[in-house]
């Protein structure tokens, strides 16, 4: 019963190449986002997703995209993949009515790209 | 431009030590603060937050203190152990307790944390 899964948990690919990784949460929560850890271990957020608003950081290139079949799913598609894309890509979610403002976070994904 | 600043980068403690791992922010638009917690190969998970309007928060063995005027927080793990070796992010967001829709955290860099049995 994980609150927030993502896959895979590996990703090895090359340089060029199209992917994408899925990110369920079963929380019931409203918010679902990407965040980007580098080899130094440094979060940044990419995107942040709900019903009514997509925001995407202005540092992202436009090879990442969102896509969001429903509530529940917020899927990350790269396109022609570059080596500098190399890194741990986590989801999260949150609620904000909740009373418990906190993100829950995915075991991550690592992409790696050669 | 990197708005919560974090230090120090790692940190090595006995077993019941306290380590303290400290944080300052720029944004006074800032109304929400969080610690988690990130073991190898997981996921961050949420430790303990904090609002502005509060000076210190205590859950178990960890303790936010947190001072607006000087735009600075910090954790305390009381009685740390070795289970609590972990790369720790403390993190920040505006407009978590009013509006709509998403919010987003900003990260500090992280610190690790090594309790030495």
């Known amino acids: 019963d994980t609150a927030v899964s993502q896959t895979p948990k590996y990703l090895v690919t090359q340089m060029g190449n199209d992917k994408s990784i899925k990110c369920e949460q079963n929380?019931?929560?409203?918010?679902m986002y990407w965040y980007k850890q580098d080899s130094k271990k440094f979060l940044k957020i990419m995107f942040s997703?709900?019903?009514?608003?997509?925001?995407i950081n202005e540092t992202v290139p436009n090879r990442f995209s969102p896509k969001s079949p429903d509530k529940a799913h917020l899927n990350l598609h790269i396109n022609s993949l570059e080596l500098g894309d190399s890194a741990v890509y986590f989801c999260?979610?949150?609620?904000?009515?909740?009373?418990?403002?906190?993100?829950?976070f995915g075991s991550g994904t690592r992409l790696t790209v050669v | 431009q990197q708005q919560v600043k974090q230090s120090p980068q790692s940190l090595i403690v006995q077993k019941g030590g306290i380590p303290i791992i400290n944080c300052a922010y720029e944004?006074?638009?800032?109304?929400?603060f969080p610690w988690y917690q990130q073991f190898p190969g997981k996921g961050p998970a949420l430790l303990i937050a904090i609002r502005p309007d509060v000076s210190e928060k205590k859950e178990g063995r960890f303790t936010i203190s947190f001072n607006k005027s000087a735009k600075q927080f910090s954790l305390h793990i009381m009685d740390s152990q070795p289970g609590d070796s972990a790369t720790y992010f403390c993190?920040?967001?505006?407009?978590?307790?009013?509006?709509?829709?998403?919010?987003?955290?900003?990260f500090g860099k992280g610190t690790k944390l090594s309790v030495i049995p």
């Open positions: 999260a979610s949150s609620q904000r009515d909740r009373g418990n403002y906190g993100y829950t």
């Open positions: 944004n006074t638009a800032f109304d929400y």
């Open positions: 997703y709900n019903n009514k608003e997509l925001i």
């Open positions: 993190a920040a967001s505006m407009g978590v307790y009013s509006g709509a829709g998403s919010y987003q955290l900003t």
């Open positions: 929380l019931g929560h409203d918010t």
